[in-house]
């Protein structure tokens, strides 16, 4: 078995930053690739950034580009997403992911490349 665990939501405001984090456990570790995904009330879920652990490339969605880091730690199974100037539109559930195929980099942004999901945490940017 294996499980991802996210945490580290909460509320902010306009402007401010949070740091979300995320380790995989058992099976759902060792991967290719693990990623941050959300979904805001009344949307699909959407890509916002991830990362392969062969040579750390990163990747960002358009909108939180330049706002958003995303880092492994290593020799983990272990990734962080600091979230800086955050907007109103950033409140979503946020969810950690990992693929486990050898396939699974191949399209590190596709939710259909990941195998392990969080349950998720909440992020809400509000005055």
């Known amino acids: 078995q294996g499980k991802v665990v996210e945490s580290g939501g909460g509320l902010v405001q306009p402007g401010g930053s949070l740091r979300l984090s995320c380790t995989a456990f058992?099976?759902?570790?060792?991967?290719?690739?693990m990623a941050w995904f959300r979904q805001a009330p009344g949307k699909e879920r959407e890509f916002v950034a991830s990362?392969?652990?062969?040579?750390?490339?990163?990747y960002y969605s358009d909108s939180v580009k330049g706002r958003f880091t995303i880092t492994r730690v290593n020799g983990e199974s272990t990734i962080s997403l600091q979230m800086d100037n955050l907007l109103v539109e950033d409140t979503a559930n946020y969810y950690c992911a990992a693929g486990r195929r050898s396939d699974s980099s191949a399209y590190p942004t596709d939710t259909r490349s990941m195998d392990y999901w969080g349950k998720g945490t909440t992020v809400t940017v509000s005055t």
């Open positions: 058992g099976r759902a570790s060792g991967g290719p690739v």
């Open positions: 990362i392969r652990w062969r040579g750390s490339s990163t």
